[in-house]
């Protein structure tokens, strides 16, 4: 009885924790989580089907690599060039691409539909509005695109779709202009929880992505962690709990590593410089070409057929090299034949960058996120490969942390996130005891690679961003 009087009243409804003012986006917030949670496994059922029905159908998992062979991408025997199926792989990013374009001009503004990019400039320039024909359109769009060969990722599409998801039910509830952006950043993170099965990077992302600095939308964090559980419990419901990759469990053993992983962190600042300018220079020029655009998109798309014929691996996602990254050294993988692969991390790196330049940059639907981690993968791999090599046993590096870790800094210097990218790398990994090396490396890279950022929508700070100068339309 007592707690029918007031004291009682008072001890369980009393606090701002409860109130209506803190507590109000809580329900519309786990409602975009299961809202974008489900759109999320629609879209990975229809990842794997079209993997299924084109690559595998056309033999391309017999072009995967060998690494027990010391190969890190593998260059087909001359038999393979006969088989017409092959063939089919230096024209179908080309025609992907192309069928993905007029999707999205056809159905809705190609402004709206860019991928990160356009849901950080609606975050800030357009109230948080995006167009609920986004959510179906750059979807299916994405599948034709990367699931036909195109080198991106689907991670841009679904971080897109979420935050449209986020967007569309701030609009049907009639949230104000704040609560929708709100929304809209709480959908961008359920996005990438799923997907990446990372649920604590990606809450950290739905409100640090949108900086280039380490300014964060600080009113976003708690509707971003409701929509990351909702919609990653969802995903796992479907696919399981595991992650993403599996590595085997190397942790931080010695202080004295800090000094080769300083030599990573300038190998991925200078190599996340590349991948930026490398982007930039081709986007511009595609920009600047006087065809239709339809055509520039298929002729990104064949430049990436006509690599991908030689080099199977760096088509789609490319999620084989991660896979092959994060084996390194492991069982002696690797150990016999480390120059030739160095050489060949380096050189996937290279042409990874270049094809997702030509894929992305020409006007295709797909993401940066993945790729950089390929390519920082690839970074890692080749500098841990390097320090191996070189260094005494006694030291005892293990190539496939520096993977990982150079997976982390990459993301860092380029997306400019790097406490999500600290995380992310521990979550699609399973391995949490690399935390130190990886805050070491994010740090030094983020920082030297200030001024640097590859989305060119992200404002450097609160300051000069139009939400909070009032200058948002």
Same mark, same amino acid.
């Given at each position: ?12 409804? +009393? ?87 007029? &999707? ?34 750059? *979807? ?10 195109? $080198? ?21 509830? /009639? ?7 709100? %929304?809209?950043?709480?959908?961008? +993170?359920?996005?990438? +929880? ?47 709990? $595991? ?41 511009? =020029?595609?920009?600047?070409? =006087? ?26 996602? $490319?999620?084989? %090299? ?39 940059? @020409?006007?295709?639907?797909? *993401? &940066? ?5 390929? #390519? ?5 791999? $080749? ?10 046993? @006694? ?12 997976? +982390? ?9 790097? %406490? ?10 399973? /391995? ?9 490396? #994010? ?28 200058? @948002?339309?």
């Amino acid at each position: 009885m007592k707690l029918l009087t007031r004291g009682g009243r008072k001890f369980l409804f +009393a606090g701002q924790g409860l109130s209506l003012q803190t507590g109000k986006y809580f329900g519309e917030s786990v409602l975009v989580g299961m809202v974008t949670g489900i759109v999320v496994v629609a879209f990975r059922y229809g990842i794997d089907l079209v993997r299924h029905y084109v690559m595998e159908e056309l033999g391309h998992h017999r072009f995967m690599s060998h690494l027990a062979e010391g190969r890190v991408f593998n260059i087909p025997a001359l038999e393979h060039f006969a088989d017409p199926h092959r063939w089919l792989l230096m024209v179908l990013p080309a025609i992907g691409a192309a069928l993905g374009y007029l &999707l999205i001009k056809v159905f809705t503004s190609v402004e709206h539909a860019r991928g990160t990019g356009s849901a950080i400039w609606a975050y800030h320039n357009r109230n948080g509005y995006l167009p609920a024909t986004v959510i179906p359109v750059k *979807g299916v769009a994405s599948l034709l695109t990367v699931g036909f060969g195109g $080198s991106a990722g689907y991670e841009g599409p679904v971080t897109l779709i979420g935050s449209a998801c986020g967007s569309t039910i701030g609009r049907l509830l /009639n949230l104000t202009v704040r609560g929708r952006r709100i %929304m809209m950043a709480a959908g961008l +993170a359920a996005g990438i +929880a799923a997907l990446f099965q990372a649920p604590l990077a990606g809450a950290m992302f739905g409100f640090e992505v949108f900086y280039s600095s380490s300014d964060v939308e600080y009113e976003t964090i708690l509707p971003c962690f409701i929509a990351s559980a909702v919609s990653y419990s969802i995903f796992g419901c479907f696919f399981g709990w $595991s992650p993403l990759f599996e590595m085997p469990h190397f942790g931080y053993e010695n202080g004295l590593w800090l000094f080769m992983y300083f030599i990573l962190a300038l190998v991925v600042t200078y190599g996340a410089r590349f991948y930026i300018s490398t982007y930039n220079s081709i986007e511009h =020029r595609f920009k600047h070409m =006087r065809i239709p655009g339809v055509a520039k998109v298929a002729l990104g798309g064949l430049f990436t057929g006509v690599v991908g014929f030689f080099m199977p691996d760096i088509l789609g996602s $490319s999620y084989s %090299m991660i896979s092959a990254s994060l084996q390194c050294g492991y069982g002696h993988v690797f150990e016999e034949y480390a120059p030739v692969a160095i050489a060949g991390f380096i050189g996937f790196f290279f042409v990874k960058t270049l094809t997702t330049a030509f894929t992305v940059g @020409s006007g295709g639907s797909g *993401g &940066l996120f993945a790729p950089a981690l390929v #390519c920082g993968g690839a970074l890692g791999a $080749s500098v841990g490969l390097f320090f191996d090599r070189i260094l005494p046993e @006694s030291f005892g590096i293990h190539p496939a942390a520096f993977a990982l870790v150079g997976m +982390a800094g990459f993301l860092a210097s380029t997306i400019r996130i790097p %406490m999500t990218a600290i995380l992310i790398v521990a979550e699609i990994s399973g /391995n949490h005891a690399l935390l130190v090396p990886a805050m070491w490396v #994010c740090g030094i890279s983020f920082w030297l690679n200030n001024g640097w950022a590859l989305y060119r929508t992200q404002p450097h700070n609160r300051e000069s961003s139009p939400v909070h100068s009032g200058k @948002s339309t």
